[in-house]
């Protein structure tokens, strides 16, 4: 059995974290898909330091682009 975690820290000077994550385990093939598909995991961390829209973007979206 495998685990994985992750983690971001808000810091000391201010009371929030504009960071995000995404894990995904066992990511499943696409439908669109024609050849042959792996098992495979994604892991990211994005830094919040283009602004909270940034990393929340790239949080939502980067799946698909990896894909």
Not at 13 to 42: C, F, G, L, T
Request: charged share 25%; aromatic share 14%; hydrophobic share 30%.
């Amino acid at each position: 059995m495998k685990s994985y975690a992750n983690n971001t820290y808000k810091g000391l000077v201010k009371n929030y974290n504009k960071d995000k994550v995404v894990a995904e385990n066992h990511i499943q093939k696409p439908k669109k898909a024609n050849r042959a598909w792996r098992k495979m995991s994604s892991f990211g961390i994005f830094d919040g330091h283009g602004g909270e829209a940034c990393s929340k973007y790239q949080q939502n979206h980067f799946l698909n682009f990896l894909i």
